[in-house]
Structure formats: structure tokens, C-alpha cells
């Protein structure tokens, strides 16, 4: 098997590790991370290294950076479990448009330590990684991320997705029903491929959901889905 740590880039591996130390508590929401040339000597890497490190964790709302002052620990994202299981296809189809996608990339890869613990496999487990962007009435409206352990689901490699729809496919074709999901959403700074992909100026801020779906308490996938701000609104009815 291939050293899954050698495709990971260095900055990833620092900002997981910065991560990690929030979710440990190490680092207190509210409180202020070590500087720049603190964490360089921390990791023994290179202030780029650091800067991209620092700006992936902003864009994972874990940090956020202020002018002259450092960088933060931001409070944690809401997380909303939604009652209902949605699929874009049917929401388009409600609401009077035609849906349609395109496969950006679908491919094999190696779980690192986030997708084997969002899919609860083990690191370095083959992964099925399906990359879209979804469209309605023929204008682009999310970039659409998601990954199912391969075992379970490797009959997904055969399928055109341009073609079929992954939830209906899943689900009359093999059985596989969707029946609850969890979310987590905020604002986000959509990046110059996700800019691009939507249509948008660069350095645009938008909506980022991750989600987690399950089937009869399995789960089945894990997914993030990007769109402009100023496309969606989400209703919850509370009881």
C-alpha cells in the first residue's frame, strides 16, 4: 500500500495537528494560538508552511485571524440534526427547476485521519471519492464533495453520475436508504476552483455544509458542499 503520508501536504499535517490540539482543549475557544514564528519552531517548518496551515483552519471556522493582535480559537459551529433527508435532486424538482450534474472527479484514494474518523474506518482504508457540481436550471449552484468507505460501495465506480442521481441510484438500485443524516454550516471564503466552478469573484464568501449520512445507523457517506451565500436558505421547523 502506498505511504499515505507522503501524498499529505506539510501544512495539512499542521493544521490537523493545530486542530486537534483545539478539539483536545489544548487551545481554549477564545484564546490565542502561539505566533507564527512560535509554531515555526514548533514544527520546525517554514512561516509558508504556517500561513497556509493558519488559512486552512480559518476556512474550517477553527481559528480567526486579527490584524496586529494573532489568531484566535473561534467557538465551535452550530450543529443542527435536520429531521428530514433532502436530496438536491427533489428539491429542484419541487421548486419548478431542472436539475442536472457534472462529475468533476471520481477516483480511489487512501482515508488520512479526518475521513477515516468522519467514516469511522481505519487510516490508510481505500476511500471512493466523487467530486460534482450541481446545477440548476443550467446555472452552477454547489461544488459537492463526498466519500463512501470502498468496501461496502466500490459498485459505485461503474456508475455514470452525470447520468444518474447518487441518492436514487443508491436507493432503487441497491437498496441503500438514506433515512438520517447530521450537518454541520457556516459561512465560509470560497476558494479560486470553487470561485470558479460557481461563477463567482474571487475571495466570495458563501455557505459550507458537511454532513454525515447514515443508513439504518451505518453510515454511509460523508460529505462538504460549497455554495454562494446568497443562493440558499435553509428553514428548520422546531417542536
Not at 440534526?81 to 471520481?106: A, D, P
Not at 463567482?200 to 443508513?215: D, E, F, H
Request: aromatic share 10%; with cysteine.
Amino acid at each position: 500500500m502506498e505511504n499515505i503520508n507522503e501524498k499529505i501536504p506539510l501544512y495539512y499535517k499542521v493544521a490537523e495537528d493545530i486542530e486537534d490540539r483545539i478539539d483536545n482543549g489544548d487551545y481554549k475557544v477564545g484564546s490565542l494560538i502561539p505566533s507564527e514564528r512560535e509554531l515555526c519552531n514548533i514544527y520546525n517548518v517554514s512561516r509558508m508552511t504556517i500561513r497556509l496551515a493558519i488559512d486552512e483552519l480559518v476556512r474550517d471556522g477553527k481559528v480567526k485571524k486579527y490584524q496586529g493582535k494573532g489568531t484566535y480559537v473561534c467557538n465551535r459551529s452550530i450543529q443542527q440534526n435536520l429531521n428530514n433527508v433532502y436530496s438536491f435532486s427533489k428539491e429542484m424538482e419541487k421548486q419548478g427547476k431542472i436539475s442536472s450534474t457534472k462529475v468533476i472527479e471520481k477516483e480511489i484514494i487512501f482515508a488520512d485521519q479526518k475521513l477515516a474518523r468522519h467514516l469511522e474506518i481505519q487510516i490508510g482504508n481505500k476511500v471512493i471519492f466523487l467530486e460534482r457540481l450541481r446545477c440548476a436550471d443550467q446555472t452552477p449552484v454547489m461544488v459537492e464533495k463526498t466519500w463512501f468507505n470502498y468496501e461496502p460501495y466500490q459498485f459505485l465506480m461503474k456508475i455514470d453520475f452525470n447520468k444518474k442521481g447518487l441518492y436514487k441510484t443508491l436507493q432503487e438500485d441497491y437498496g441503500v436508504v438514506i433515512d438520517h443524516a447530521t450537518e454541520k454550516f457556516r459561512a465560509t471564503q470560497l476558494n479560486a476552483m470553487e470561485c470558479s466552478f460557481l461563477n463567482c469573484p474571487k475571495n466570495q464568501y458563501g455557505l459550507l455544509v458537511k454532513r454525515i449520512s447514515y443508513a439504518k445507523d451505518q453510515i454511509v457517506s460523508y460529505s462538504t458542499i460549497v455554495s454562494k451565500g446568497d443562493l440558499f436558505e435553509f428553514t428548520i421547523q422546531l417542536s
